[in-house]
């Protein structure tokens, strides 16, 4: 079984309306991240999330909101959708541990499109 | 600032090798690197902590200058599979975490 699993894999939705997208991980990890990826493009921080209580606003934060309901999920709104939220969203795992600090370990990833 | 990596994009026959290089406006204090398979989730190839410093996996190595503020990765007698796209990764301020812009590689038999 994955370390980090996303879900869905893959979804379309139209314009306006609402979607989560959901990450849980099994690693122990106590830092959890989305990025966001376009085609060609590299990977942007959306938020992050340190522990339960702590929630950040990443590089592209504006159009999402995130829940971090328990050390092991930590799930990604977008409360309206809109075209150009149509991109490749990954969620990440990091440790505080000093040996393998801060190093990425990714979900599959949730291929969305908005109509 | 996103660390600048060099170059964009490379294309090389099995064998034959190739250096990406990853460059920080700020300070660096330990770099990442991965590797993204087209379609796939970006994989940790290797760990940086201390200028200078080297780190191997299989056929690949990096190598870390502080004081310079860059990190190379060296992939040696490229075999198909090291097809992808290569990112650096560092800490940004306080606990974020930054990717490089990314380098294409294509590996052609």
């Known amino acids: 079984d994955a370390d980090v699993t996303q879900t869905p894999r893959n979804r379309i939705t139209k314009t306006g309306k609402r979607i989560m997208l959901e990450c849980s991980q099994t690693k122990g990890h106590d830092r959890m991240y989305w990025y966001r990826q376009d085609p060609g493009l590299g990977l942007r921080l959306i938020y992050y999330s340190f522990d339960v209580k702590d929630i950040n606003k990443g590089e592209i934060s504006d159009g999402y909101s995130v829940s971090r309901q328990a050390q092991a999920k930590f799930s990604l709104s977008l409360e309206s959708a809109i075209p150009n939220q149509t991109a490749l969203y990954f969620c990440a795992t990091s440790s505080g541990r000093a040996r393998d600090k801060n190093i990425q370990y990714f979900g599959a990833g949730t291929r969305l499109s908005v109509l | 600032q996103q660390p600048v990596q060099s170059p964009q994009a490379v294309i090389l026959r099995e064998g034959e090798d190739a250096v990406i290089n990853c460059s920080s406006s700020k300070a660096l204090y330990s770099v990442h690197w991965y590797r993204q398979k087209h379609g796939e989730a970006p994989v940790f190839l290797m760990i940086?902590?201390?200028?200078?410093e080297q780190k191997g996996h299989e056929k690949i190595s990096a190598s870390f200058n502080e004081k310079k503020q860059q990190s190379s990765l060296y992939l040696t007698a490229s075999q198909l599979s090291y097809s992808g796209t290569y990112f650096c990764?560092?800490?940004?301020?306080?606990?974020?975490?930054?990717f490089g812009t990314g380098t294409r590689l294509k590996v052609l038999a």
């Open positions: 990764g560092t800490v940004s301020g306080t606990y974020k975490y930054i």
């Open positions: 940086l902590l201390k200028g200078g």
